[in-house]
Nanobody, 127 residues
């Protein structure tokens, strides 16, 4: 059974940085599209970033463009989300998700496209 685990969340001041990791077991993450999502209290879960199989294609939600970077490390079977210039509105539980059949990153920010999900990591941006 594919399993995803997020790590790297925490408390950071506005303007600071965090790097989230999503490590897979039970399958090779390098062959699947992977997305990062977030859910703030009282809000719907939203797509933040996604990365294609080769690692060269990416898609970002507008509010994080230029601040967040998604990347792969195939040797570690891990996807990263580097988050810079964090803002209080980035506070949320962040989830990674993967799907073996998704192949068009146009749909990669839609949670309905993903079958496998991690348990989430809390990111809090506060002074």
């Amino acid at each position: 059974q594919p399993h995803l685990v997020e790590s790297g969340g925490g408390l950071v001041q506005p303007g600071g940085s965090l790097r989230l990791s999503c490590t897979a077991s039970g399958f090779g993450l390098g062959y699947w599209v992977v997305g990062w999502f977030r859910q703030a209290p009282g809000q719907e879960r939203e797509g933040v970033a996604c990365i294609g199989v080769g690692g060269t294609s990416t898609n970002y939600e507008d509010s994080v463009k230029g601040r967040f970077t998604i990347s792969r490390d195939a040797a570690k079977n891990t996807i990263y989300l580097q988050m810079n210039d964090l803002k209080p509105e980035d506070t949320a539980v962040y989830y990674c998700a993967a799907d073996p059949f998704l192949d068009n990153l146009v749909y990669g920010l839609s949670q309905a496209e993903y079958k496998y999900w991690g348990q989430g990591a809390q990111v809090t941006v506060s002074a």
